[in-house]
């Protein structure tokens, strides 16, 4: 079982920029297909890939938003841009044995990490 703690979150004034980290424990990251997610219902943000070829991004943040990980640091994460109000949410890292975009196929998550745009 890997554990994960997301980190940066905050409150951002709107077009501004947040870059948030997902750090794992318990196994190392590079096991595991990786995704971010935000608000309660789990709505789909990005996901990449165990060797960071394949990434994917919700129509919502594409062109905003970049994916990345660093396997040597078990760690995730994810560039936000461009921020807008609507942005604004709990952000949610995963981790699944493949890649997917739904948020039931990810059966490990971290607690969260808030992100807040003003306008």
């Known amino acids: 079982q890997v554990q994960l703690v997301e980190s940066g979150g905050g409150e951002v004034q709107a077009g501004g920029s947040l870059t948030l980290s997902c750090t794992a424990s318990?196994?190392?990251?590079?096991?595991?297909?990786m995704g971010w997610f935000r608000q309660a219902e789990h709505e789909f943000v990005a996901t990449i890939s165990y060797?960071?070829?394949?990434?994917y991004y919700s129509d919502s943040v594409k062109g905003r938003f970049t994916i990345s990980r660093d396997n040597s640091k078990n760690t995730v994460y994810l560039q936000m841009s461009s921020l807008k109000v609507e942005d604004t949410a709990m952000y949610y890292c995963?981790?699944?044995?493949?890649?997917?975009?739904?948020?039931?196929?990810?059966?490990?998550w971290g607690q969260g990490t808030q992100v807040t745009v003003s306008s």
């Open positions: 318990g196994r190392t990251v590079s096991d595991y297909a």
């Open positions: 995963a981790a699944a044995p493949w890649m997917a975009t739904a948020g039931e196929s990810f059966p490990n």
């Open positions: 060797n960071s070829i394949a990434k």
